[in-house]
């Protein structure tokens, strides 16, 4: 079994304060940082861009896991890499030539993942899915932090694991969406290994104890 990681989404930080938002994530124990790109084309929300992460890149050492909610990834990818991005995911409902992006991705020294919408059909990805290092199941509509998790995403994660069980096939799932202790556990004993929590971790007085229990959600062997 995958040792689970937690991916703090910097979404939720204090924009005036994101060094220290940053280094308090860090030191609360999370392994990835979460970026969330929005163009306000493929999303209504704008966010912020590659600018933001060449700023943080020089001041932590978590992995920068860039989930990129444009509608032209193709024309972004290098900036992302060239900004300190380890991990660069796609939507898979912006391209119609994923292999493309993911060879492109790889080239550029980054791990290539594919997510796909709550109401996208998990068939759309299974072509790929020895292609890519990481499958990001959003478990609300892409946008907005601080939703409530879609239940129907833990049939994806069940379906998910069981063909990557079946082909013997290292991809990371990752779930990404109004995760708390509660949907944590759910997510996990559906296949789940990388945990995005923003709300969760960055609105909490004790977000050290928040990582921790999300994390711990994941030694609990049932939970429904
Ligand atoms: C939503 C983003 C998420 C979001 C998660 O479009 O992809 O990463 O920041 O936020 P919470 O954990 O608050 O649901
Ligand atoms: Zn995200």
């Known amino acids: 079994m995958k040792k689970i990681k937690i991916a703090a989404s910097l979404l939720a930080a204090d924009f005036s304060q994101l060094e220290k938002e ?7 124990g999370a392994e990835l940082l979460h970026l969330d790109i929005m163009d306000g084309h493929f999303v209504k929300n704008i966010s912020f861009g590659p600018g933001v992460l060449k700023a943080l890149r020089r ?3 978590l992995v920068f896991d860039t989930h990129l909610m444009i509608k032209n990834p193709k ?8 900004s300190g991005s380890d991990i660069i995911t796609f939507h898979i409902e912006t391209t119609k030539n994923p292999k493309e992006l993911i060879k492109s991705i790889r080239k550029l020294g980054c791990s290539p993942g594919i997510s796909l919408n709550p109401r996208t059909s998990l ?9 890519v290092d990481l499958i990001l199941i959003m478990s609300v509509n892409p946008g907005l932090g601080g939703q409530k998790f879609i239940p129907s995403s833990l049939t994806k994660l069940r379906e998910l694991k069981s063909i990557i069980r079946k082909k013997n096939l290292s991809v990371d ?5 109004g995760i708390n202790r509660k949907t944590a556990k759910k997510a996990v004993s559906a296949g789940a290994n990388i945990l995005v929590a923003g709300t969760y971790i960055f609105h909490s007085r004790n977000p050290q104890k928040k990582i921790k229990e999300l994390r711990c959600s994941g030694s609990k062997k ?3």
């Open 222 to 224: 049932r939970g429904n």
């Open 173 to 177: 799932l990752e779930v990404d969406g």
């Open 123 to 131: 068939s759309r990805i299974k072509p790929f899915l020895k292609d």
């Open 59 to 61: 001041r932590t050492k």
């Open 22 to 28: 940053v280094k308090m994530v860090e030191r609360a």
């Open 75 to 82: 024309n972004y990818l290098a900036e992302f890499a060239k």
